[in-house]
């Protein structure tokens, strides 16, 4: 039997190639073989604006039926934020302030009293993202860009992109991540910490604006803080209090200093986006291909635990059992025999293992 996990690219030489995609139809500046850096823009297109709604008939105190007469704007009509759209007359109605325009926009509607309103449009500009090459230019739609360096990806993300020199807090992955050690050197840096106790790093990470955080874990009673946090925050174990694996922690420490691109955006349904950290390598670096398909599971696979007793552990498959197995919840499936960085030997079911390449 063939059996293909899920997987996490932890590597420390790869091909990454990603899509950059606009959100509507629009125009590609770069075209292919380009060279661009992390903040070019490589196409942009017209965003339309908010369409809000002015209720006539309850700013003015009227019906419905008689609010349409007060109204003092036709559809198609460009107004200003603060533009008188409807007033009364006489006595009442130059003691009421009338009803006037939240934004700057177009009326799109006038009926039963209600007015839409639509925003001014605005421009987007897609960003690269990544330092690369241009490998494909789809035509009004994006790019997609190349380049060749470390990948880790994580189990957890939230809160976009963001691009920044590495810094690592801490030498080893079985230390927590302290707020002591995130000081005003932090600004502007992605930093690296092996898991996040309580808030406090959280605030003062905000407070000398660092670009985004990578941890192994994070306490779940945090999830709603990390969610609205002004930058991205990626974890490479999940949530708990799980040291990140030596393999990652070993990684980023090498490449401590160097810039890098943090995407921590996650769609496990679907699209299926992991976030993920990209570290480029210098100019004039040779470039490696590596196999982005998926993998079936083997012998000799590095492996990530998923399920209790030892989540986040990682470790090798030494033997795959031809004929389902009892495992410790009583239940007959298909297992490896995976040997931990530790020694111990387990016997784990395939569907609670994640291959780490």
């Known amino acids: 039997m063939i059996y293909y996990p899920t997987e996490t690219r932890v590597t420390p030489l790869t091909t990454i190639r990603r899509e950059r995609l606009l959100p509507s139809r629009g125009q590609v500046l770069v075209g292919p073989g380009e060279v661009v850096g992390a903040a070019d823009v490589v196409a942009r297109c017209l965003m339309p604006g908010e369409v809000h709604v002015v209720d006539v008939s309850r700013a003015l105190g009227v019906s419905r039926e008689k609010a349409d007469k007060y109204i003092r704007k036709s559809v198609g009509d460009t107004v200003q934020e603060g533009e008188t759209l409807a007033a009364r007359g006489g006595l009442v109605g130059l003691l009421q302030p009338g009803c006037r325009s939240p934004v700057d926009g177009q009326v799109i509607a006038v009926r039963h009293g209600v007015i839409l309103i639509e925003g001014a449009t605005t421009t987007f500009e897609l960003r690269a993202h990544i330092a690369g090459q241009v490998t494909n230019v789809m035509a009004h739609v994006g790019v997609v860009i190349a380049t060749t360096g470390a990948l880790i990806q994580g ?70 803080i990390l969610e609205k946090l002004p930058f991205p925050v990626m974890l490479t174990e999940g949530f708990g209090t799980l040291p990140m694996s030596q393999h990652t922690f070993s990684l980023l420490q090498t490449n401590t200093g160097r810039e890098v691109m943090l995407s921590a955006d996650t769609k496990i349904r679907w699209a299926g986006k992991r976030p993920e950290l990209v570290i480029p390598l210098r100019a004039g670096e040779d470039l490696t291909h590596d196999d982005e398909m998926p993998q079936p599971l083997e012998i000799g696979a590095r492996v990530r635990l998923l399920r209790a007793p030892h989540l986040g552990a990682i470790g090798q498959v030494k033997e795959l059992p031809p004929f389902p197995q009892i495992v410790d919840s009583g239940i007959r499936t298909m297992v490896a025999v995976v040997e931990l960085e530790d020694g111990e030997t387990v016997l784990a079911p395939l569907a609670n293992l994640d291959l780490v390449r």
């Open 155 to 224: 189990a957890w993300g939230s809160g976009g992109e963001a691009e920044g020199v590495l810094r690592l807090l801490g030498d080893s992955p079985q230390r927590p991540l302290r707020a002591r050690a995130v000081d005003v050197g932090c600004h502007g840096t992605i930093i690296v910490g092996s898991w996040i106790l309580d808030e406090e790093v959280l605030h003062k990470a905000e407070e000398v604006q660092v670009r985004g955080i990578v941890a192994g874990s994070a306490n779940a009673g945090l999830l709603p």
